[in-house]
């Protein structure tokens, strides 16, 4: 059974981790396909990550298998491989969604914020607990969050390992999105769909930092196609 699946819902890509026995934990054989999905998801206008089951979205690194590591080189070589998978989901192209169907621990934290949204079941726990193992934030994570929540904020949170209900993580700019766990699965695709099928990738572009030639550029890209013209014309005729 793929420890990572890839669905196309016309513009979006969906990327599931698919490890429930383990929930959702990533080993070095779920990296393998994280990075073939992302290669092959490279095309979609948006993104959206989630786990299997409603348990965990990514529990961390699955300890069982990474303990393997043994030697400083091994934990580095690992750290900045991830590190690596995380950097590709945030600098993809379009939005980027994470969809925390469960738990968001550790590692999991970390793929969480390399998205551009978090949407959260209302029963789901975040955090950087990393230091309940006496290690820290190894793959973008740390950064991440500073630029999420502040810097004193993020010191706060990942030295501590506080781990945040779905309400306080929403109040503090961790999670985006609350939506009720019956409602979860039909809310966050459909807010997922709306963002691959509208200008949500340019804008993305342009939040990035162009210049005002390329942002205006795209701003004509848009203004010249089919899809302005159609929406344009609904709207000027709307009160006819």
Partial sequence: ????????????????????????????STMDELEKALTEAADAQ???????????FV???????????????????????????????????GPVIAALNGHALGGGAEVAVAADI?????????????VALAIMPAWGGAERLASLVGRG????????????????AERVGLVDRILPRASFE???????SSLANGSAPSIKRVMAGVSPDEAARAFARLWVADAHWEAAERVMNRGR
């Fill in 59 to 93: 529990s961390g690194g699955d300890l069982k298998e990474l303990a393997k590591l043994r030697t400083e080189e091994q934990a580095m070589d690992m750290a900045l491989r991830m590190r690596g998978v995380c950097d590709r989901i945030a600098a993809f192209p």
């Fill in 46 to 56: 948006a993104l959206a990550i989630t786990g299997a089951g409603d348990r965990a």
């Fill in 1 to 28: 059974m793929a420890e990572v699946e890839l669905a196309f819902d016309g513009g979006l890509a969906v990327i599931t981790i698919n490890r429930p026995h383990a929930r959702n934990a990533i080993a070095p």
């Fill in 186 to 192: 039909k809310g966050w695709h459909a807010l997922a």
């Fill in 153 to 168: 904020r993020a010191l706060m949170l990942a030295g501590s390992g506080e781990i945040l209900g779905a309400a306080e």
């Fill in 118 to 130: 978090r949407v959260a079941a209302d029963d789901i726990r975040i955090g950087f607990n990393q």
